[in-house]
């Protein structure tokens, strides 16, 4: 299985390897000399093989569900813009992000949980309706 991918120096200066919008970090040596690599996302158990020179990628086991990093970094940075700002649409926020950051490609269901982070983020500042006379005497 031979697919493209790229390799990268970590902040710490760990050799990387990036495919399909997603980072491997190098883990393990294997006996017969080819190397393995895991996701670099904690809870992903993802993982690549590799030829001993890194020159190609063998195998990959599982595919990574989460979201990719530059989406993830859209969908903060989106989150925390709708806080502070209440009068903008979520689409307008998005498209703004979009035009600022380059992303890569992004699925309509990437945008679905974009505009549902959004609207999260600011229901939150909302404070709870009165459920019975009662709440709305208390909030007098
Ligand atoms: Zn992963």
Redesign the pocket.
Known sequence: MASAFEKIKSERNKDLIVTDN?KFSFQKVYKDGNKRWC???NT?K?FIKTNPSETEILSRTLV???ALDSERKIRNSVKRKAENDFTDRPWKLLHDELNEEDCGILTKDDVISIQKGIYGARRGNHSALPQSVVDVQLCE
């Open positions: 997603h996701c670099t996302v992903c993802s990574c569900a989460h």
